[in-house]
């Protein structure tokens, strides 16, 4: 036989075995038949047939032996041995279905929720960068320290300006190729299609020859597109504009798109695949181009910078390089308005492409599933404990018959391994699920505004079921099958001969941390872990929503809109804005509009120096920080801002009169303490101050722009009718839903000026939402894991109380045959499982306020030994404990002695 005819024939054998053996039978009666015929032509008597019959069954041999060697010889021994295990496992399970679901249910929650955070953790640190030799990319910054009294603090990854770039890119000899980027936002206009507003990046250097990107058709930048003021603008767009606006034609090479009012000449189009290096750029434009002041300006801090290593240089020797290099741009340069130092550094692209906050958030998560899945394996071991206990005598009868202990364990672990995979299966789908969950919290959503540093070339968008993780979930079943099932194969596999074939079942008791016991008290502990960092994190986060932003979100839409798009609104953006106000208030349903430059909860706005030409002089240096904010009339009312102090802007409030200034409560307080800030003068970095001298004419209430768990800031406001800014945001107050109003809204700005589109159109809502959303991302899936881990330990305590109670009925019986009562037998019942929930709880409250150290960062308004939390955490579990012990308890006081008795 040949070796491709002997594979297949094995094959066969193993994929077909009810088609072999039954072959295998007739060829065996063949032979039989063909010898007892020669023996009895041979013996000539036709009577001695069965004799000659029996003769032949002598020589040929034992049949099953033969059979068994047949398809031991014939056969893939250990894969048919497999297979062979595995059906009989699968036929055991069916006849006890509740056993397998529970099982298999159990298995797809631990084994869910593990595959799916393992999904955003492959996502977002674990898969290669999306670029050619992505470990060659390197983030270089600039970096700050010093100085702090400002508030400004140290930092390590600020970004750069085009000389200072310039300096650096001709200094190093470590990188191949530099380029920088900054997001923006433009607006595209055109004849045939409605102007649109889309996410754009303003690059310069080699920033595509550095990542390695080129164009599906037309080409690059030329260097002289990208360095020099005055040279033809140019763009790039990105596969999907190119479709959308110009239908995917190739004409489109070398036509011109008009970006923010000026036309730029097409030259390539990148493919779908890439969007910049923030994640969300549609078109790319030369600084030189949209931006030719910031060539020249050194501080002019809008660019952060990318490069590749050179060949034959590692990160190391390019980490030392660029902060030798920084030290002296910080000579050529010098800061010029305080004392602080400033050098360059450069990391690994892969090291900085997640927010810390975010990645601080996985991994605690990560610790947080990998509880679920070992308090999963610990339940799962219980319970195949308690079967094995049942199948003792079937354990024992085998043993007695010859199966060798080993043969035993294998089955059983291969039916541990079998129903793991099972469960891995059905966790495929929760995982499926819990992946949308993970994109319905996205934290990043927060960061949206503030990932200069390239940061966004991953997102929770990305998040897939890929090949990576399904292999992943695949693999933690097989090894999950392992784990838990060896304990109970290795207990099951020992029993005594002699108990194990007596048919009477005796009462008795386990006793002591062994077995089931133990396994219990883990879950129990573990359990008790993550219900105390879930409830940390949720008592943090209703903190977080208790703060009081100092402004009404309800009911209010907003929208922004950017004049610096269209030359004829720029040139009159008063009357543009007027006209804008006008027409939305105009809506039905809109009780009140107003501008402003910066939207509460935003991450931070506009920032200048602040003097009080009242007072003695301070240096430049030492001027104080100070947020401004320019807003409409109506603003304070449409947002509910009380104004405390003095007036809100007016119509007398216009360019030719001085300056008027509202400042928030914690600027009063601030600069002018236990005195009335009314009628004080200031001078502000921005807001067309020059050497004028504006004058504060009120004060509003506190308005958190930072962030819910920041202190209030000391916010000044300037009237938009003094000193407009070309990008604003609407707000709209609304006398309904604010999500209905959209269409008409963004048709009302349309109406206004067809060239300055809306976007960003939102609730209120939906932005304060965004400034709870880290918090609650990790508060909601730690509940979600903490809810999993109490509901498997409540189905080990049940299992812990049930089987004492099973095991022993026959004393319970004795004992209420004596006149126990039925308090006594309910002691009896639960004592040993209630002394397994105190012990666990106990060591998890030890356990829980070591691990609970590492959410400190993670939490507001709570500490992480917060008494009020470990005592509801005692609760919960002692409500569970007495849940799980209700059935048994309750059999065990209805137990019939007679009965029991006659059973035993």
């Not at 059979?67 to 894969?79: G, K, P, Q, V």
């Not at 994109?439 to 890929?466: K, M």
């Not at 970095?685 to 800031?713: E, I």
């Not at 109670?805 to 004596?818: C, D, F, K, P, S």
């Amino acid at each position: 036989m040949s070796l491709w005819n002997g594979l297949r024939y094995r094959l066969r054998a193993l994929l077909r075995p009810a088609r072999h053996t039954r072959e295998l039978a007739d060829e065996m009666d063949f032979h039989l038949e063909l010898e007892a015929r020669q023996r009895a032509r041979l013996s000539g008597d036709a009577r001695a047939a069965d004799d000659a019959h029996f003769a032949a069954q002598r020589r040929f041999g034992n049949r099953t032996y033969l059979h068994e060697e047949s398809r031991r010889m014939t056969a893939f021994e250990w894969l048919d041995t497999v297979n062979r295990d595995a059906r009989f496992a699968a036929r055991s399970f069916r006849r006890t279905p509740g056993f397998t679901a529970v099982v298999i249910i159990t298995l797809a929650l631990g084994l869910g929720v593990n595959t799916a955070i393992f999904s955003a953790l492959h996502a977002l640190l674990l898969r290669p960068l999306p670029f050619d030799h992505s470990e060659q990319l390197m983030n270089v910054s600039l970096t700050r320290s010093g100085n702090t009294t400002r508030g400004a603090g140290s930092s390590d990854a600020i970004v750069w300006s085009v000389p200072k770039f310039t300096m650096l890119r001709d200094q190093q000899r470590v990188f191949s190729e530099l380029g920088i980027f900054g997001p923006d936002e433009v607006t595209i206009a055109g004849d045939t299609h409605a102007a649109e507003r889309v996410e754009a990046e303003v690059v310069g250097g080699r920033y595509f020859e550095t990542l390695r990107v080129r164009p599906i058709i037309g080409r690059s930048f030329l260097p002289e597109e990208l360095d020099r003021a005055g040279a033809p603008a140019t763009a790039i767009v990105s596969e999907g504009l190119w479709q959308r606006r110009f239908d995917a034609s190739r004409a489109a090479l070398g036509s011109t798109i008009d970006v923010d009012g000026h036309p730029h000449t097409i030259v390539g189009v990148m493919p779908s695949s890439f969007s910049g290096l923030t994640g969300r750029s549609q078109i790319w434009i030369p600084i030189a181009a949209e931006y030719p002041g910031d060539l020249t300006e050194a501080w002019n801090l809008s660019y952060a910078g990318v490069a590749r290593l050179a060949p034959g240089v590692d990160a190391a020797r390019a980490e030392s390089a660029v902060r030798t290099i920084g030290a002296r741009i910080d000579a050529a340069t010098p800061y010029p308005i305080g004392h602080e130092q400033w050098g360059a550094a450069a990391r690994p692209l892969d090291a900085t492409r997640v927010d810390p906050a975010i990645r601080r958030s996985l991994f605690v998560l990560a610790g947080a599933v990998i509880i679920v899945l070992i308090i999963t394996c610990a339940n799962v071991a219980g319970l195949l404990i308690v079967r094995a206990s049942r199948r003792e005598r079937e354990v024992a009868v085998r043993l007695a018959i010859g199966a060798s202990r080993p043969r035993l364990i294998r089955q059983l672990v291969t039916e541990s391994v079998l129903l793991s995979l099972a469960g891995g299966l059905l966790a495929i789908g929760l995982a499926a699920a819990g992946v949308r969950v993970l994109e319905a919290l996205n934290p990043a959503s927060t960061l949206r505004l503030q990932n200069l540093t390239g940061l966004g070339v991953v997102s929770f968008s990305r998040i897939t079921l890929d090949a990576t993780t399904l292999s992943f979930a695949a693999a933690l079943a097989v090894i999950t099958g392992l784990v838990f099932g060896l304990l109970p194969a290795l207990r099951g596999t020992r029993p005594s001969l002699v108990e194990g074939l007596t048919t009477a079942r005796r009462s008795k008791r386990h006793g002591g941390l062994t077995g089931r016991g133990l396994l219990s008290v883990v879950e129990i502990a573990l359990a008790v872990v993550l219900l105390a960092g879930s409830g940390l994190m949720l008592r943090s986060l209703r903190n977080l929503l208790g703060v009081a932003p100092g402004f009404d979100a309800s009911q209010v839409l907003t929208l922004r809109v950017n004049v610096s798009s269209d030359s004829s609104a720029k040139a009159a953006t008063n009357d543009y804005y007027q006209r804008l106000l006008t027409s939305v208030s105009s809506l039905p349903g809109v009780t009140a509009a107003a501008l402003a430059s910066c939207p509460p909860l935003n991450g931070g706005c506009n920032r200048t120096w602040l003097e009080l030409p009242d007072r003695a002089p301070v240096p430049a240096a030492d001027r104080p920080i100070v947020s401004v904010h320019w807003v409409s009339p109506a603003w304070f009312a449409t947002m509910r801002v009380p104004i405390v102090g003095g007036r809100t802007f007016g119509i007398a409030d216009s360019r030719n009169t001085r300056r008027a200034v509202i400042v928030s409560q914690t600027a009063a307080a601030k600069w002018w303490p236990g005195r009335d800030p009314i009628g004080r003068p200031v001078r502000l970095g921005q807001g067309g101050f020059n050497n004028d001298t504006g004058v504060v004419v009120g004060v509003a209430g506190d308005v958190k722009y930072v962030s819910l768990d920041s202190p209030p800031a000391a916010d000044m406001y300037l009237a938009y009718s003094q000193s407009q800014r070309p990008a604003t945001v609407v707000f709209l107050r609304t006398a309904g839903d604010p999500n209905a109003l959209r269409a008409s809204v963004e048709r009302a700005v349309r109406a206004v000026n067809v060239n300055v589109p809306a976007y960003d159109v939102r609730t209120m809502d939906d932005r304060a939402g965004d400034a709870t959303a880290q918090a609650r991302f990790g508060a909601v899936l730690l509940a979600v894991f903490a809810a999993i881990s109490l509901l498997l330990a409540t189905i080990g305590i049940y299992g812990v109380i049930s089987t004492s109670v099973a095991t022993r009925m026959r004393e319970i019986g004795i004992r209420v045959a004596l006149g126990a009562t039925n308090a006594h037998v309910l002691r009896l019942a639960l004592g040993e499982g209630v002394s397994f929930a105190v012990l666990g709880a106990v060591l998890g409250i030890v356990g829980a306020v070591a691990a609970t150290r590492v959410l400190s960062a993670l939490l507001f308004g709570v500490v992480p030994a917060d008494p009020v939390t470990y005592a509801g955490t005692v609760a919960i579990l002692g409500a569970a404990t007495i849940a799980a012990a209700i059935a048994p308890a309750r059999r065990a006081g209805r137990a019939d002695p007679m009965r029991v008795l006659r059973e035993e």
